[in-house]
């Protein structure tokens, strides 16, 4: 973010995220202790084994009509970071939108704004 400024160097970060977790999502999935079988239920509980390893707080909840919202307190990643840029987060939410294509390929993440530090994504499967 520094070298390149908050576009490009989010953008890249973004790039770099989305290879690190197409490549890695497997091997990460296995060290939380997760099997792969694939649906919205299992990853939900990838990213609240994701959240809980970084030292934050998260949990899943049913949505009526479908899908499931996970809530996160936090990102630890992001602490000790005076200013962090939206980037940043854009980034991560990079991470784990490819790490969910390499876990479920007919499912998608939003992420949804929550009130203040509490981070939500709603997961939606689509095929």
Known sequence: MALFGPVEGG???GLAARLVAMQ??????ATLGLTERGGIQDFAA???????????RAEITAVPGGGLIVR????????GIPHPHPTMLEAWNELLISALAA????ACL???SGPGHELSWHLLTTG
């Not at 876990?103 to 007919?106: A, K, L, P, Q, S």
């Open 11 to 13: 953008h890249l970060l």
């Open 110 to 112: 939003g992420f949804v």
């Open 46 to 56: 990838f990213m609240v084994a994701l959240a809980t390893a970084q030292g934050d």
């Open 103 to 106: 876990h479920d390929r007919f």
């Open 72 to 79: 996160q307190q936090g990102l630890s990643l992001l602490r």
């Open 24 to 29: 890695h999502y497997a091997a990460t999935a």
